[in-house]
């Protein structure tokens, strides 16, 4: 698996909506390439916080432009 198809794929796996194929063959990518897995690492931090404080914050004053600093 190549990081273009890795990326495109991690948004999936951290909602656990891969197939388990897909989601093997992207494990094995990310126990191999670092970059890969810092962006796996930081959307699941991101994810995470999200789901624990919904509803506890205001989006910021210029949430599209914060979103665009995410992607990859």
């Not at 495109?8 to 656990?16: E, K, P, Q, R, Y």
């Not at 890969?36 to 994810?47: K, Q």
């Amino acid at each position: 698996m190549n990081c273009e198809k890795c990326q495109d794929l991690i948004s999936d796996f951290v909602d656990g909506a891969l197939s388990h194929e897909d989601q093997l063959t992207l494990t094995a990518h990310l126990e191999e390439c670092l970059h890969c897995a810092d962006v796996r690492n930081d959307l699941e931090s991101i994810v995470g916080f999200c789901r624990t404080h919904r509803g506890e914050y205001t989006a910021p004053p210029n949430e599209r432009g914060l979103w665009l600093r995410f992607v990859i």
